[in-house]
């Protein structure tokens, strides 16, 4: 019920006014900016032919209303009227409360003979009228569709003045049609008039207008329907006519077409929905059909990256559908590990919408290891997976990880806990892989210092296969690195700093020339020259304590010349 203060005028032998035309009764909250005077009221107690009623907007509330002939005044003439006016203050009242309250005997009639002038009236109570639609048949569906998609492109468009006829051809009430088929939130907002086509003071911006009087260019003020608004106007007869009404609190289009036409948007492309009706579908009772769909979750999912509302609406959706979850998670899951392994180079592990962590990325990632998979390409994603799962640590057979030594050695030298993890995988090997000469071979580009660590761990074919493949790819200051470090090493005094590397490197004779005269005696000693004579000859040769220079070298024919 709406509680609605009431002014009641007419032509009587006493009103608050006097004589004649004027106010009979008014309730005491009746609001002062409306007035409650011939002079204050105008428009609203205008005279007009017949029955009148309807709802009008004001900027304080709304104003229901009903005129109706009322025989003769006071005096005995003809062409008196009665006015009866309700305000609601709230704005709460809607057309379809105004229609069931005129249909009702609510407004009144006539004034009682026993009526006297009082500013004391109670207030009316306003029921919010119950929706109780007739059947509805073909016939009527086809003769209300233009009428209510008429109303729902003004109340799309936010305002417009709609004109509707009082009956359909079969003699059905077209308003009372269109205001119980449309929801009473959707419609709170539309101004009605019955009877009349003044208007004069609605603050309404949709009006709709019932009856013949409507003029043509009032009509020429409202939007004209589009082929969305037929195709609700259609959807909603059509349920109607089947039972089936939308709820009253709709009070958004988009909540009405959710309600209208997801189940027609569940059987529709997934890339050609909307984010609205996205949203809808996700909320519909086929969400978990439509999730099963591949196809479709990798829509939303794309969709909800750029759209909080599709976003929150798939996730509800998988939370009550855990089924759709767990498929897509293994989607993801799976993408993830295809992109790691196919070497795509991704600067970052793929996560995914369900939120896959790094111990479950890292899990599976060791689970793919372990029944044979291997990495295309170590570096990027593939990399920081490998780093994380060793880190964690997960089972990372690093030898057989994959055919990129390379990438792997990188990965080693940069990562001390990918370093330390091969350094112990390094130095438990029982059966030596035929990659492994390759990979140190890689690891000394990238740090000879790898000879001092992973020398003595491996078997001799192993080390002097890798020393002249990593001295050919070196530049001179690198060779020269490596030889010392050889030289100084642990395994020194086999002569592979010379052998192995300078005399493999591919250098010049100068610059290796050059290299052995800086490094004379350390590297005399790695060849097994004993100290006191690698030093005689240092001094007979002129090369001073440190070394020799190239010429000596040649002349006196200490170590074969490299082979090319």
């Not at 020194?492 to 004779?509: H, I, N």
């Amino acid at each position: 019920m709406t509680t609605c203060p009431q002014l009641v005028y007419t032509s009587a032998s006493r009103t608050l006014e006097g004589p004649g035309f004027g106010v009979v009764q008014l309730s005491p909250d009746w609001p002062a900016e409306v007035g409650d005077s011939r002079a204050t009221l105008g428009p609203l107690i205008a005279l007009g032919d017949g029955e009148s009623f309807g709802l009008r907007h004001t900027a304080g509330g709304r104003i229901a209303y009903r005129k109706v002939q009322a025989g003769t005044d006071a005096f005995g003439r003809p062409g008196n009227h009665l006015v009866h006016l309700l305000w609601d203050g709230a704005g709460r009242v809607t057309p379809r409360d105004v229609l069931a309250f005129r249909s009702g005997g609510g407004f009144l009639d006539g004034l009682p003979a026993e009526a006297e002038p009082s500013r004391g009236a109670p207030a009316v109570e306003v029921p919010s009228a119950r929706r109780s639609l007739p059947a509805l048949t073909a016939d009527d569906v086809d003769a209300l569709l233009p009428h209510v998609a008429a109303v729902l492109a003004a109340v799309a468009a936010g305002a417009g003045v709609v004109g509707l006829p009082a009956r359909t051809a079969s003699g059905r009430d077209v308003a009372e049609l269109v205001f119980g088929v449309l929801p009473r939130a959707l419609a709170s907002a539309v101004a009605l008039h019955v009877g009349t086509a003044s208007a004069l003071g609605d603050a309404a911006a949709v009006r709709v207008h019932v009856g013949p009087e409507v003029p043509n260019d009032l009509l020429s003020e409202g939007p004209v329907p589009d082929g969305q608004d037929t195709a609700r106007a259609r959807a909603l007869l059509e349920a109607a006519a089947k039972k089936e009404l939308c709820s009253d609190n709709v009070r958004k289009l988009e909540t009405l077409d959710r309600w209208l036409f997801a189940d027609t948007w569940t059987g529709l492309d997934p890339a050609s929905l909307t984010p609205v009706q996205l949203v809808a579908v996700l909320e519909s009772e086929k969400a978990g059909w439509w999730l099963s769909s591949p196809d479709a979750v990798d829509v939303a999912c794309a969709v909800a990256a750029s759209s909080p509302e599709v976003d929150a609406a798939l996730r509800t959706a998988l939370s009550q559908h855990p089924d759709a979850w767990d498929r897509l998670r293994d989607r993801e899951l799976d993408a993830a590990l295809t992109a790691v392994f196919g070497g795509a180079g991704q600067a970052e592990v793929p996560i995914g919408f369900t939120g896959l962590t790094r111990a479950e990325l890292c899990e599976a990632f060791t689970a793919e290891l372990a029944r044979g998979r291997r990495l295309a390409e170590v570096g990027g994603a593939a990399a920081t997976l490998v780093e994380e799962s060793v880190a964690l640590p997960q089972p990372v057979a690093l030898l057989q990880l994959t055919d990129d030594l390379a990438g792997l050695a990188r990965l080693a030298t940069s990562r001390p806990v990918v370093r330390e993890a091969l350094v112990r995988e390094w130095a438990g090997v029982d059966e030596w892989p035929a990659s492994s000469a390759s990979l140190l071979g890689h690891l000394l580009l990238e740090d000879p210092d790898w000879f001092l660590t992973l020398g003595g761990a491996a078997p001799v074919s192993v080390v002097r296969a890798a020393l002249p493949w990593a001295a050919e790819r070196l530049a001179a200051s690198m060779v020269e690195r490596l030889a010392l470090t050889v030289a100084a090493s642990e395994l020194a005094g086999q002569g592979w700093a010379l052998r192995d590397v300078l005399f493999r490197s591919g250098l010049p004779d100068e610059e290796v020339a050059a290299i052995v005269a800086r490094n004379f005696l350390v590297l005399a000693g790695d060849d097994g020259w004993p100290g006191e004579v690698a030093r005689l000859a240092a001094g007979a040769l002129g090369a001073g304590p440190g070394g020799e220079s190239a010429e000596g070298r040649r002349k006196t024919g200490m170590w074969p010349r490299r082979r090319r």
